[in-house]
């Protein structure tokens, strides 16, 4: 099986946290842009990435903590192993061990989707019904967009 060449968004990926959902997207757009990249840009969309994902998941930790998310340490756990690959394959990629950072960022099209749909699934409905006394509403199309 090859590795992927690009990770376009799709609304599947929507949630119904209009702020989660845009972090989402940009989450896609950085992930895209390392699968996508020549090999002289990897490395700084591999830094790219790493700085998207300590803000990303620093907004979800703030999130499930001000709102005493019953599953904070599950989800803070699942994006510390994350950032942390990120962290050990960077100084790799920058010794030009790009086949790793090629394979870290084919690892996270693998990872993301199943994130989403049971992690910060349950993060959103939580903060919508904290907010708005509801389950999200979220209106998807059935296309797959590239930008």
Request: hydrophobic letters at 40%; a negative charge; aromatic letters at 10%.
């Given at each position: 099986?090859?590795?992927?060449?690009?990770?376009?968004?799709?609304?599947?990926?929507?949630?119904g946290?209009?702020?989660?959902?845009?972090?989402?997207?940009?989450?896609?757009?950085?992930?895209?842009?390392?699968?996508?990249?020549?090999?002289?840009?990897?490395?700084?969309?591999?830094?790219?990435?790493?700085?998207?994902?300590?803000?990303?998941?620093a907004?979800?930790?703030a999130?499930?903590?001000?709102?005493?998310?019953?599953?904070?340490?599950?989800?803070?756990?699942?994006?510390?192993?994350?950032?942390g690959?990120?962290?050990?394959?960077?100084?790799?990629?920058?010794?030009?061990?790009?086949?790793?950072?090629?394979?870290?960022?084919?690892?996270?099209?693998?990872?993301?989707?199943?994130?989403?749909?049971?992690?910060?699934?349950?993060?959103?409905?939580?903060?919508?019904?904290?907010?708005?006394?509801?389950?999200?509403?979220?209106?998807?199309?059935?296309v797959?967009?590239?930008?």
């Amino acid at each position: 099986m090859s590795e992927p060449t690009g990770m376009p968004w799709t609304d599947n990926y929507l949630l119904g946290y209009t702020p989660m959902d845009d972090t989402h997207r940009e989450f896609v757009e950085v992930v895209d842009a390392m699968l996508s990249c020549d090999d002289a840009d990897f490395p700084a969309r591999l830094r790219a990435f790493i700085e998207h994902a300590e803000k990303h998941f620093a907004d979800e930790k703030a999130w499930m903590q001000a709102s005493d998310f019953p599953a904070t340490d599950c989800h803070v756990d699942d994006h510390e192993a994350v950032l942390g690959s990120a962290h050990e394959v960077e100084p790799l990629v920058l010794e030009g061990n790009l086949e790793i950072g090629r394979s870290f960022a084919a690892e996270l099209v693998k990872w993301f989707p199943g994130h989403a749909d049971y992690l910060d699934s349950a993060l959103a409905h939580w903060l919508v019904k904290k907010k708005a006394g509801g389950k999200p509403v979220v209106l998807r199309r059935n296309v797959t967009l590239a930008e």
